[in-house]
């Protein structure tokens, strides 16, 4: 019967045995050569926190907007919490027993603003594990959905399982004010995808020992865990929070008392109440205390205006034009845009108010009939892409449709 030459276990009792020229090796002993490899030859993966560039705030943000039109507020504190955070990775041990804290951030902005290209495109510069989650999908342990610590799966996979470079991570949770509390109450019933999952994030925000399952899935008894130690991990969450400007409104206007406080009144801008976003909103929202006060870094993204939009449709390095003209480019055809077309484009994505994700939609509905049929002719020769050509392609779009995208 064949066995591992190794191990000496029979092929049932293995998950994979391969054959070689006299003798058998399974994968449990694979696994094991590979990390008596690693350790002897002292390699540490793509991540080696000894080789950590110090990056200055302003270096990073300076790549930021190669990327990201405006935004400057939120760019300058996540740059500030992405410089900290790599400072005390490289913090040695000091005499005075002065242990810096991280600094968690919440990202409040309307959908379309920038959020996740933020933290996509910080990803791409960082020498640390970074990934990106989306809280929607997490439910309580034991429910259908993915238990609180899949976020830390997806950090060790990143890190290709050194886990102390996943130890020294960051991770951006997307759509966080999607498990908000579903009443203003503590819930009497089980809240499996909102108040508890706040609670579960809780250990995990601070910072804990958390037993993470390799593979993700969930936990059962047999089951090997990675302990993870959450105490140097980056959490940055980003959540569109839709309807808080009415809870910012509501508390200016409780603010209200007497002559000078009517005046300062007077000069809210009302177009971009996110900027006043306090924790005690994020509260009225429905999220519980706890989670704010580990969450103590509270910044907001601006709405996009038709110049800001005009802008992002051309001037950063993988503007959604610059991708049109490559696509076209590879089938060796130039594209061109008519100036007017770009602003039409723009006032449509006003219209529509979807955010920087409405230009994309736009621009595929215009140019869908194109991208079908040039690519099939011998010698299609250069477009340009005029106003009446733009108009005429939109209105056969199902705007209903593009609409409620």
């Not at 194109?370 to 020769?381: I, N, R, T, V, W």
């Amino acid at each position: 019967m064949d066995r591992c030459s190794f191990c000496g276990r029979e092929k049932k009792d293995t998950n994979l045995l391969i054959a070689g020229i006299s003798g058998h090796i399974c994968d449990r002993c694979i696994e094991q050569a590979y990390s008596i490899v690693q350790e002897e030859l002292g390699v540490h993966g793509e991540f080696d926190m000894g080789q950590i560039k110090l990056l200055k705030p302003k270096e990073i943000k300076s790549f930021l907007d190669l990327y990201v039109i405006g935004q400057d507020e939120a760019k300058k504190y996540i740059s500030v919490a992405v410089y900290n955070h790599y400072k005390r990775l490289m913090q040695k041990d000091n005499k005075e027993d002065i242990e810096i804290e991280k600094s968690n951030i919440v990202l409040v902005g309307e959908t379309g603003t920038g959020k996740t290209l933020l933290a996509r495109t910080i990803a791409k510069m960082l020498h640390v594990p970074f990934t990106i989650v989306d809280a929607t999908v997490l439910t309580e342990a034991g429910y259908v959905g993915e238990d609180i610590e899949s976020v830390l799966t997806r950090l060790l996979q990143v890190a290709d399982y050194n886990v102390e470079a996943a130890e020294k991570g960051i991770v951006f949770i997307d759509e966080i004010d999607k498990i908000a509390r579903k009443s203003d109450n503590p819930s009497i019933t089980r809240d499996v995808s909102g108040e508890g999952v706040q609670q579960g994030l809780l250990k995990l925000l601070e910072g804990s020992v958390i037993n993470v399952p390799p593979q993700g899935g969930r936990k059962h008894p047999d089951q090997k865990m990675i302990p993870v130690n959450t105490k140097n991990i980056l959490f940055i969450c980003g959540g569109a929070f839709d309807g808080i400007e009415s809870k910012i409104a509501n508390r200016l206007n409780t603010q209200v008392v007497g002559y000078n406080a009517a005046k300062k009144v007077d000069r809210v801008d009302k177009d971009n109440l996110l900027q006043y976003v306090a924790p005690q909103d994020l509260k009225s929202f429905g999220m519980i205390p706890e989670i704010i006060g580990r969450l103590p870094v509270l910044t907001y993204l601006d709405p996009l205006d038709e110049k800001a939009l005009r802008r992002i449709l051309t001037e950063p390095r993988n503007a959604i034009i610059k991708q049109y003209e490559k696509l076209f480019e590879m089938d060796n055809i130039k594209l061109v845009w008519d100036e007017k077309v770009l602003n039409y484009i723009v006032e449509k994505a006003l219209e529509f108010k979807l955010g920087a994700r409405g230009l994309r939609s736009i621009c595929e509905a215009i140019i869908m009939d194109a991208m079908f049929e040039l690519p099939s002719k011998e010698d299609p020769g250069d477009i340009t892409i005029g106003i009446k050509y733009a108009r005429e392609k939109l209105e056969k779009t199902n705007l209903k449709r593009l609409k409620a995208a």
